[in-house]
């Protein structure tokens, strides 16, 4: 590199910067300058002999010509350009915010001092308390209350600890990593789970600290080695001196970290992980999802089963063993006799297995036998929710004798409707790690009313049968059949046959769903399509629409470009193509089954899952070869949820025009659309599963109605069912005295999370959808939400709830990942810190915990190097070439070159020299 260069890109200016590019050394120059000194003595010599008749100022001119033609040749050959000089030195802090970091890894000596100090602090309050009510009544109470309930819901309540990720955050404000970062580099800042988030703060937040307040554990999966990648590619080019990522090194999803470990080496990006977490796994017994139904009938009998789980089986006292004590001795070295500490005391090797986690021992608990008494208790709802004192309905014991899961089953008869919150509990031993997750809840309702279901067919179709024939056979629906096509006096597997479809409201009003197999909409008048619209989007009423080739797909009968069934169109949640001609054909057929791509929002349906045990869910739809053909459209509507899609290569790249399963909120109810009449195909992998979903999907559909309380308004989700971490849709409808849509701009939600916490969402009303709201709830806590909605001038309430679980990816390895977080390390020339208080000790109290550490585990051979922020080294700036500039420059050499030489050769002939 040149002199001049080397000294610039060595200090901390910037700006732009000149240089040659041919000259990367001084002595680089020696060889242009000695050919141009040649060629100038050259033509000097020639010149003189040639022009020696001519006047010395046409030997000068002729000269400097030919002079500035080599010149413009050197400059040329040197290669000129201009370096912009960008940015600061980088660090990026990847923190980890999945359902995993929302355990808690107190120590018996940990959970002492904090249940102390919160006995002294609700002795305080309760005092406090006293004097208030005498003083200012109930008012400051209440909101005493609600202070304490939002410290619990941020993980920062007293009475179980900080959980990992709370923990994680209190050490950053106590160590003030961030400002101490800020001090020599640019702190880029990001959150994760299964995607990352960026928690950069603006200008008018000086603390960049202040961004970390409202982060919460619900992330539904880890992808550690998506994260990297993407951090990679967003800071390419950027001066980025290192990566600290703080998590517990669950990764549970997305691919794998080589990819992003070869990118990191080799731009020498550094990664320096930070782990949380136990690496072993302490005795707890958890209580999972309840598997119940929906819906029950009055006397009828019904099973609630619920799997109870038992992990791990340390005792918390063997993390307090001593050193020189036999388990760490083992716990010094790995199963190959090597030694754990690595190269300067930095990178320790933990396990010789890098995707096995640390769990020992993982299956052998060091508890004798034990007997969980598990309950079942109820309770009766009213529209203000849990009205009732909870009732001991029954009790079972199991006995655990090792890690694994048992099912419970309780059968239950209830005498009359009514509904219910089930409530299940298990009375763990002291040894219990975590209480947390010791009861679940359900809510069944017992109904003395049954689905009325109204099949609408244009030719007797295999899912049109099957379908018929399950519903006939379901004590719990009835089912009657509309079939343009049939003779009078045919024999159907139905309640009743009707001879036209409703035309009515009050005849509409009398069904929950509506199946349609292809139907040809023009059989229908203006009325019968104007009650068909109103029961939907007023009555909550639930559609179903399958795609077919008989009237669907014809392009010269069809319905789909029909003038004057604009309502039809607007009831499915696909976009269909314009009519070309008679010889399009929009229904793909193959001999070829292709596979169904399901979307995350198909993956979390839980209409299209078989089972509640999601890996036999999975395991179905991987062994199901898929559809032969699908009907393609032009996309999904803005308001629609694509959940699956066909695999099919006519798709040419978008999915939407395969959708082969849609589903969307229209008003009050809803729709779902098949874009394939081959649903029936299910049952060749499995009966069972086929009318599983098919019996789910007629419940997911008609909610709408069953739950319907009152003409004036509804209230409905999405889902019944979600994941931590995900959002719920809410929509409601709101009509006046007369019945007639209510069309303020907003109307108040109020949502009463399960720590008890009550707050007021607004609905916004659906431009498209008078007296139609919705709202978007996000779900960051585990348990039971409910919703309730008073309608506009009455006291009338509706309230809906709704469940939340945490991802069972998220459960299934609840420790720390050392051997993955030691990979990070050691390959990508970073170190690997066990806790966060070895990469960085604490310079201050917590406002919330004082000097408790959160990360005390027994470790051998700490680590003794220097601190975190002093590993990270300054990197310098980027140097960005300003092509503009240097293609300006050489046009304008080759245009001075050209100019030159042409100026020469026109002298040199009007001076007789040629």
Same mark, same amino acid.
């Given at each position: ?90 660090? *990026? %802090? +990847?923190?980890?915010?999945?359902? /995993?970091?929302?355990?808690?890894? $107190? ?5 002492? =001092? &904090? ?51 709370? *923990? %994680? +955050?209190?050490?950053?404000?106590? /160590?003030?990593?961030?400002?101490? $970062? ?5 702190? =880029? &800042? ?725």
């Amino acid at each position: 590199m040149n002199t001049f260069w080397a000294q610039i890109s060595s200090s901390e200016t910037t700006g732009t910067l000149f240089q040659w590019a041919r000259i990367q050394e001084n002595s680089d120059w020696f060889l242009p300058v000695l050919v141009v000194v040649l060629l100038f003595a050259y033509f000097f010599r020639r010149y003189r002999i040639d022009a020696a008749e001519l006047k010395s100022w046409q030997q000068i001119i002729l000269l400097v010509l030919r002079s500035a033609s080599v010149f413009c040749l050197l400059v040329y050959y040197l290669h000129p350009q201009w370096i912009s000089l960008v940015g600061n030195s980088r660090v *990026a %802090v +990847l923190i980890d915010s999945s359902a /995993s970091m929302g355990n808690h890894d $107190l120590l018996p000596i940990q959970q002492e =001092i &904090l249940e102390n100090s919160e006995e002294n602090k609700n002795g305080e309050e309760n005092k406090d308390k006293e004097e208030n009510k005498s003083k200012e009544g109930n008012e400051e109470n209440e909101e005493n209350r609600k202070n304490a309930q939002n410290e619990n819901e941020n993980g920062n309540g007293n009475s179980v600890g900080p959980t990992r990720l709370g *923990a %994680v +955050l209190d050490w950053i404000e106590r /160590s003030e990593l961030l400002n101490r $970062l800020a001090e020599k580099h640019e702190v =880029i &800042l990001y959150s994760f789970d299964s995607t990352l988030q960026s928690k950069n703060h603006q200008p008018d937040q000086p603390d960049p600290s202040n961004n970390l307040n409202n982060l919460k554990p619900n992330g539904d999966s880890t992808a550690i080695g998506d994260t990297l990648f993407e951090i990679l590619q967003r800071e390419r080019g950027q001066p980025l001196a290192g990566i600290i990522l703080l998590t517990d090194g669950g990764q549970n999803t997305g691919r794998e970290i080589d990819i992003p470990l070869e990118t990191a080496q080799r731009l020498k990006i550094p990664i320096y992980p930070i782990g949380v977490g136990r690496t072993r796994q302490p005795l707890n017994f958890r209580v999972g999802n309840p598997d119940t139904p929906d819906r029950a009938f009055p006397g009828d009998p019904f099973l609630v089963k619920i799997p109870i789980e038992m992990v791990g089986g340390e005792k918390d006292t063997e993390y307090l063993k001593n050193s020189g004590n036999e388990e760490n001795d083992e716990n010094s070295e790995n199963e190959n006799g090597e030694n754990e500490i690595g190269e300067d005391n930095r990178n320790r090797n933990v396990n010789k297995n890098e995707n096995e986690r640390t769990t020992s021992p993982a299956t052998t608990p060091t508890t004798s036998p034990i007997t969980l008494p598990v309950e079942l208790w109820s309770q009766s709802l009213t529209l203000e929710g849990a009205s009732a004192v909870p009732t001991k309905i029954d009790e079972k014991q199991i006995r655990f004798s090792g890690n694994g899961t048992i099912e419970t089953v309780f059968e239950v008869r209830i005498a009359e409707p009514d509904k219910l919150r089930f409530t299940i509990k298990i009375v763990p031993p002291n040894e219990d790690h975590f209480s947390a997750d010791n009861q679940q809840q359900t809510d069944i309702e017992i109904v003395d009313r049954k689905d009325r279901v109204l099949l609408f067919a244009s030719a007797p179709s295999r899912d049109y049968q099957f379908l018929c024939s399950q519903i006939y056979r379901d004590k719990s629906m009835l089912v009657d059949v509309y079939l343009p096509w049939a003779r009078p006096g045919i024999s159907q597997n139905a309640d009743k046959i009707l001879e036209q479809f409703p035309s009515t409201r009050t005849e509409m009003a009398e069904y929950n769903i509506v199946v349609a197999f292809d139907p040809n909409w023009r059989e229908l008048s203006d009325e019968q399509i104007d009650v068909l619209e109103f029961w939907v989007a007023r009555q909550g009423g639930g559609l179903i629409l399958f795609a077919g080739t008989i009237h669907q797909a014809d392009t010269v009968t069809g319905w789909i470009t029909e003038m004057g069934l604009d309502k039809i169109r607007a009831l499915y949640p696909v976009e269909f193509l314009a009519k070309q001609s008679a010889f399009d054909h929009r229904y793909h057929g193959d001999t070829q089954a292709w596979a169904l791509k399901f979307s995350r929002a198909g993956e979390d349906a839980d209409f299209l899952k078989p089972t509640d045990n999601p890996t036999e869910s999975r395991a179905f739809w991987n062994k199901f070869p898929g559809f032969y053909g699908f009907f393609a459209v032009k996309g999904v509507k803005l308001t629609a949820t694509l959940l699956a899609a066909s695999g099919s290569p006519e798709t040419l790249g978008r999915a939407e025009s395969g959708a082969l399963i849609v589903e969307q909120f229209y008003g009050a109810g809803r729709v779902i659309y098949f874009g394939s009449s081959e649903l029936w195909r299910l049952r060749r992998v499995d009966e069972k599963a086929y009318e599983q979903i098919a019996a789910k999907m007629l419940r997911y559909v008609g909610q709408g109605r069953l739950q319907r309380e009152s003409d004036r308004g509804s209230l409905a989700a999405d889902k019944q069912r979600y994941s931590l971490g995900s959002i719920a849709q809410l929509r409601i409808t709101a009509n006046d005295a007369q019945l007639n849509p209510i069309t303020s701009p907003t109307v108040p939600v109020d949502i009463l999370s399960p720590s008890g916490t009550l707050r007021t969402v607004e609905g916004k009303l659906d431009p498209n959808m008078p007296g139609t709201f919705q709202t978007l709830l996000p779900l960051t806590e585990e348990g039971t939400w409910s919703v309730q909605f008073t309608i506009p001038g009455t006291e009338e309430r509706i309230t809906r709830t709704v469940q939340v679980r945490m991802s069972d990816l998220e459960r299934e390895l609840p420790n720390r990942n050392e051997p993955l977080l030691l990979k990070l390390a050691t390959q990508s020339g970073g170190i690997y810190f066990r806790s966060p208080n070895e990469a960085l000790p604490p310079v201050k109290e917590s406002p919330l915990y004082g000097n408790i550490d959160f990360f005390t585990e027994t470790q051998n051979n700490p680590y003794s190097g220097p601190p975190i922020t002093e590993l990270l080294k300054i990197r310098s700036q980027r140097a960005v070439p300003n092509t503009v500039a240097e293609e300006k420059i050489l046009h304008w050499l080759l245009l001075g070159l050209c100019s030159t030489l042409i100026m020469e050769w026109t002298l040199r002939r009007l001076m007789k020299l040629l």
